[in-house]
Each structure stands twice: as C-alpha cells, then as structure tokens.
C-alpha cells in the first residue's frame, strides 16, 4: 500500500516542501530510504521502528521503501522521523492515509515513542504547504510554530497522539495563539553604572541612534568591554518583524533557550578572538549561520581585534556591506542574513599601554606598527566611528561618586532617531537606519548647509578620506541631525562626526 506524509526541510534558514512517500509492498522484510537523506535521516529507520513497536503497532513483515521527494534535493536533521512514522502507519493500515495526507508533521522520535523537539522549527513551520489543515510538531516547539504556520498547529508529545488525532480524537489539543511581543526586555547592566566617559557615551548614543559599527581604542582597564555590554540596553527593541528573523536564525542554529519562542532582546554576540571563519561568518559541510548572522538585527562584539585571525576579518567586509552572507557548496548556495553593528575593541599596542597616562610603553615603535597593521585598511575604512577611550583617574571609581546617566533616556533619544529615519526610509526594504542608507539617497537625505560642506571637504583632504569613508563620516552628520532634532546637516554635526574619524590618521600613518 503506497502513503504519503507532508513535511519540510531547511537549506540555512529556508524552508521547502518534502513529500515523505512509503509503499509497503511483498518481498523480503527490508526498509530502504531513498532521496538524499543524510546520515541523522537514515538513522531515523531504527529510531522510527522502535518508536513505532513502543506506541502499540505492530508493522507487517514486509518491503518498506521510503522516498523524500524532491529527491533531488538534501535532507537533514531528525525532524523527518514523525512523518516517516505517520506514513508508515498509514501504508500499513493503522491510521486513514487519506487523512494523513491533510496534515503536516515534523518532529524527533524517541524509542519509546515520544516526539522530541528539533532545531528550525520557526523556519519550517512557515515553510508548509498552504491549504493544508494542520502541522503536528512537538509541544516544546509549538509556540515557535504558531508565530509563522500558515495552518493550525497541534502539539503533541508522543506518536500515540498522533494516530489518537489521525483516528478522530480532534479534541485532544486546543489551539494555540502566537506568541507577541508584550514585555519589554529587562537587562542586567545599565550605564549609569558607568563613571565618567562622556566622550564615550556620546559616541555609542551616535553608533545606537544610525545603527553605526564603532572601534574603541584604548589601554587594558579603560572601561571599553563595561561600555560595550551596556550598548544593548539603548538600542531601540525589536519589531516583530526583526524579532521574527532573529528568531529563525538562533532557531535554526539550535540557540533558543528552553521555553522561548520568539527572542524579545537585541543579540549581543562576542566571540573569543579563536574563532574560525567559518564559526564567524558562517560555513560547513551543512551550511550553519556564523557569529555574524548570529548578530542579526544586534551587535556583534569582537574584543582584541588584532588577536582575531586575519582571513576571518577580511572575510566581514562582504557582510558589512551587503548585510548578507552567502554560503556556496558544490550543490547549493545558501543565504544567512547579517544586518549587525560592529563594535570592536583593541589596545593601542601590545603591551597595551602606549597612550595611557602613568604607565611607560615598553614596545618600539616597529612592534606599535606591526600590531596596528593587523587591521586592514578597507576593515578600517568600513568602521564609522573610531573611539580613543583614557582611563579614568581613581577619584572617580568610589561609591560614592555620582552615577552615570541610565540607559533608559539614552534609549528614548535613540528610540526618536530611529523613528525619525524609519519614517525616512518607508518603504524601503533593505533600508532601516542611516548607517544602511545606499550612495543614492544622500544627495535627496544628507542636504547640508555651506559652512557644513566647506568643513568636511576641508576634513576630507587632510585626513585624506577615501569615498566611502566621506560618505560614512556623512552618515554620521546625519544621524547627529536626528538627535538634536534638524532636518538639515551643519557645521556643528559635521566636525562632530570628524572627530570620530581623526584616531585613523594619529594610528595608521
């Protein structure tokens, strides 16, 4: 008897239809599988075998054959193993094949039967087949499901449920609501904790308000990690939108913590400078997203920079510009989306101590060189901001020295700059914050006074600005606009915006 159990299969984050087919035939007792199944997709014979003796069936001695269509195309991971079990019980008769064919299935089987949950679930739940009447997936993954089926989902948490369901037992499960984005995320870090560093918290307010990437040069114990953890917390929190594909992308990676369904706060990934380029941005054999996808619609924080492996490095240029990365294999190519602001660290030298105020440098000058040189210059030029942090003097660490300003009114000036640029840039797609704002909106968004002009031209020459560092460092004007509230850029935004670009010149000479 021939069967057929409608499920999904993932290529990075990308969802496509698979039809499992089972025909139960006479012959010698086998079980083959056909249509590219990896290793984790075959093994699933034992798993489902075993899963289906322990929920009460008993499958006939006979041929069983098992195709993944389309056959040309790679499957993965143990989310075929329910529907593999459905259609098996509807070859052999235990359940209507005719109502199996109404639903779809994914999910991990045990060997005693219960349905395990399986990484992806957000990105294949949206991947269904519409008209479609429902989607069984394991009860830990269904309010993942919801936010993106387009059928009803039916949680479930064993193969038994499921042939109770397939056998009429409809009022098993109720149905479940998609999760929203009602609370605000709560941090456990805030800037007032953070004394002193004006310059420093003006400088992250800009990076936060245009979506900025921003490099903080200074000695060890400067306070640049302190700053870069509270960064977060004045970023603007996600749309549902932006929530949506965070999510499909920690889920497919298998990062979701127990419990959640929809990540509510902005990513914040640092990485240990060890990390490979594929670990950074993305690769292997299955392709699975890198830090910098990781980082999507977040921050991604890379400390030491010069420590970080060079090819590793050069290799974000692409993403930084395009927001994108592309995976490409033999078979296939896959695409994971990196939108993230890049917030590095370094010391000036390395001892660290070139430019601090009491403490001697004991680097030559050729070491200083070949240390800064780790940096490239097009890596460079593609960092917005470049920020000297000075330690602090002891007098104002006490407790009882007077807070900082919180991250609460820094995030509300952000929150009104953002909203200021997405009304700028309605109905662009790709557009989100001035920091993404393409060479062909300037001229119509970035219309500066005389003076202002006249002053980045000037800055442009001695600083010897390549064309993109000037229109980043023009990007920026545009985003201090925002803050102080003007629709024109002046002389006053610009010479704050060449500031953050003058560290270049004083280290890479």
């Not at 419990?259 to 706060?265: F, H, K, P, Q």
Request: a neutral charge; charged letters at 20%.
């Amino acid at each position: 008897m021939l069967a057929l159990a409608r499920t999904v299969g993932l290529v990075g984050i990308e969802a496509f239809p698979v039809d499992v087919e089972v025909d139960m035939s006479r012959g010698l007792p086998s079980f083959s599988m056909v249509g590219l199944p990896d290793n984790s997709v075959r093994e699933s014979r034992e798993r489902v075998q075993a899963a289906i003796a322990n929920s009460g069936f008993s499958l006939p001695p006979k041929k069983l054959t098992v195709n993944l269509a389309p056959a040309g195309r790679k499957k993965e991971g143990p989310s075929f193993d329910l529907p593999i079990a459905v259609g098996l019980l509807a070859a052999g008769g235990f359940v209507s094949a005719a109502r199996v064919e109404r639903f779809a299935y994914a999910g991990e089987l045990a060997l005693d039967g219960r349905v395990r949950p399986v990484r992806g679930m957000l990105p294949m739940a949206s991947g269904i087949t519409t008209g479609l009447e429902g989607l069984f997936v394991p009860a830990e993954n269904a309010s993942e499901a919801a936010i993106s089926s387009p059928a009803r989902v039916i949680p479930v948490r064993s193969l038994q449920d499921v042939a109770n369901w397939l056998q009429g037992a409809e009022g098993l499960f109720p149905e479940l609501p998609a999760p929203e984005l009602t609370e605000p995320p709560v941090y456990r870090v805030d800037f007032a904790e953070v004394h002193g560093q004006l310059q420093a918290r003006r400088a992250l307010e800009i990076a936060a308000a245009g979506g900025h990437n921003l490099l903080m040069i200074g000695p060890p114990g400067a306070g640049k990690t302190m700053l870069a953890q509270r960064l977060p917390t004045i970023l603007p929190p996600l749309t549902k939108t932006e929530a949506i594909e965070t999510t499909m992308i920690h889920s497919v990676a298998g990062l979701l913590p127990e419990g959640v369904a929809l990540v509510r706060e902005r990513p914040f990934r640092s990485p240990h400078h060890t990390v490979s380029t594929p670990g950074l941005i993305g690769g292997g054999s299955n392709p699975r997203p890198g830090e910098v996808s990781l980082a999507h619609n977040g921050v991604l924080f890379l400390d030491e920079l010069p420590e970080f492996n060079r090819s590793a490095l050069e290799a974000m240029r692409q993403p930084m510009e395009s927001c994108r990365v592309t995976v490409s294999r033999a078979v296939t190519s896959t695409d994971f989306p990196a939108r993230f602001m890049l917030l590095a660290a370094m010391n000036p030298c390395p001892c660290g101590y070139l430019t601090h105020p009491s403490r001697a440098c004991n680097c030559s000058s050729s070491q200083v060189q070949r240390y800064l040189a780790k940096i490239s210059g097009p890596l460079l030029d593609r960092i917005d901001i470049h920020l000297e942090v000075s330690p602090l003097e002891s007098k104002h660490l006490g407790p009882e020295t007077e807070p900082g300003e919180p991250s609460l009114p820094m995030r509300e000036r952000v929150a009104t700059a953002r909203a200021i640029q997405g009304e700028r840039y309605a109905g662009m797609n790709d557009v989100f914050c001035n920091a993404g704002m393409p060479p062909s909106l300037l001229r119509k968004h970035c219309s500066i006074d005389p003076a202002g002009r006249k002053l980045l031209d000037t800055a442009a020459s001695r600083f010897g600005f390549s064309a993109r560092a000037y229109c980043r460092a023009l990007r920026v004007s545009r985003t201090i606009a925002d803050l102080e509230g003007e629709d024109r850029i002046n002389a006053t935004h610009v010479a704050e915006a060449v500031q953050f670009r003058a560290l270049e010149k004083d280290y890479w000479v």
